[in-house]
């Protein structure tokens, strides 16, 4: 797990180095000054030798600067070295994720992806910031005192043999303890996000139904839960001080007992016992910061799981070793699919499909909600993968083409479509990075979208806010079959795209596309009867199976369940 995650240190491997390197410099410095001070007070000051004071001074303030200045210089490399690793690990996360299918993204939710990439990723560089500095320095402080204690007074540094392991394992008996509700904490920070990313991203429909204060009680429990566990967590790990404080006193009180036996008997003089209350100082305080490393360790593991687990998720959707770049035509076969989502035969979302489609057909799709029609035109861009059959676009199986190809060539226009903040250029411009504006406006044209662009102050350069809130729901939609024309795709794919149309807008469109892109096979997925009236053909799915598959003349003779939904629709259902 650590092995992956410091694959993203990769340019930041100097600083990650010298961190390490100036910060044993820091403390050799910070180790001489007791030994220094010790000599001031033995060969100078009890002496009155003014010589060995100033001498002695300026090896204090010269050893002071360098510790100054290694300190400084090891906090500019920590910094780099722990900024630059987050930045790399959330590139890799992030970049990990846009190779995701939609499988792989529904086995995560939306908020725990953002939990991961935001929260996870700042526990994760603080854990390395504080291994390469802390971790480092503490040690090194904490063996070069504990070797100078022993070096002075060999008596006194047993004192340190007996309170150092008491100490420690009690720090790693409170560590154990609060480890479990740091590892709950970062999972309820995921259904705090879920709350939150649900009320904003609905906040129309809270206001609408006036449900700000169930809303506010949702965050108020999560919230609340966050703040328990935390509370839980950080009084145990308060009891941290205590035994510290504990500690350093306990050592206090036993050095000056014998080191004042020592100094009476003449094996000890008043600079080595300041000295040592120093050093015994930086025995106990890198104790402390040991243990508080330990704990920041243990808060950023679940962080470290939950990190690697989106960067071993490997996309069940890849390139295949035998791949076309070039789709050649619309034609689309579909032998003998079978597909499910949770990859259970028992629960199929389509079963046993077959169907073929000439290039330039208009295919119209209906069925009842949840009957399989988004399902299965998701296996044509290979959005999934079905179970068991093919799927070929173009005579070629699907799985045989490039996945940037395959997308390229099929267009998809959903009912709930998503614009981009920036422009209405910069969004039609997903469709097509080089199109020109005359490009643009034809598209435009086709989709019925110039009516309004026209009344638009900027025209094209009129500005799209985030969440696409100052366009209407007709406006998006028309918007993204524009964006959707520009690509020039061989497969263009409706599901449900005009449903924000008025139906004379619909049929415009609809009109357009026929006979402006005659080459381009068109799926239109409807709710309404109307929208694919004048297909060529019609499917009729129910239940995940393809229950007639005809001209919407021949259907209204043959097929039941067309023929009700027409007559509920044209007629009123009585």
Sequence with gaps: MIKKILKSVREYK??????????????????????????????GIETGDLNNIITIGILLVICALFSLCFGMIAGRFASIASNGFAKNLRHDLYYKVQDYSFKNIDKYSTSSIITRLTTDVTNVQNSYQMIIRIAVRAPLMFIFS?????????????????????????????????????????????????????????????????????????????????????????????????????????????????????????????????????????????????????????????????????????PDIKDSDCVFDHVPNGDIEFKNVDFSYSDDESKLALDNINLNIKSGETIGIIGATGSGKSTLVNLLPRLYDPMKGEVLVGGINVKDYRLYALRDAVSMVLQKNVLFSGTIRDNLKWGDAKATDEEIMVACNLACATEFISKFENGLDYYIEQGATNVSGGQKQRLAIARALLKKPKIIIFDDSTSACDTMTDAKIRNNLKEFMPEVTKIVIAQRISSVEDADRVIVIDEGKIVDFDTPKNLMKTSKIYREINDSQKKGVK
């Design 146 to 314: 504990l070797l100078m204690v022993f070096i002075i007074n060999k008596k006194i540094s047993l004192i340190f043999f007996i309170v150092v392991p008491i100490v420690f394992a009690l720090l790693i008996i409170i560590v154990r303890i609060v480890h479990p509700y740091f590892e709950k904490v970062f999972k309820t920070y995921d259904e705090l996000n879920n709350v939150v990313k649900e009320n904003v991203g609905g906040i129309r429909v809270v206001k609408s139904y006036v449900r700000e204060e169930h809303e506010i009680e949702k965050f108020d429990i999560v919230s609340e839960k966050i703040y328990k566990l935390f509370t839980k967590a950080e009084k145990i790990v308060a009891s941290n001080s205590a035994i510290m404080d504990f500690a350093l006193y306990f050592s206090v009180i036993l050095i000056c007992y014998i080191g004042a036996k020592s100094i009476v008997a003449g094996n000890l003089t008043t600079g080595q016992l300041a000295s040592l209350f120093t050093y015994s100082m930086g025995i106990l305080s890198s104790l402390m910061m040991l243990s508080m490393i330990y704990v920041m360790i243990i808060i950023s593991l679940p962080s470290m799981k939950r990190v690697v687990e989106l960067l071993d998720e490997e």
């Design 14 to 43: 100097k600083e990650s180095i010298l961190t390490p390197v100036f910060m044993l410099g820091e403390v050799l410095m910070e180790v001489l000054i007791p030994i220094l001070m010790a000599k001031l007070l033995d060969n």
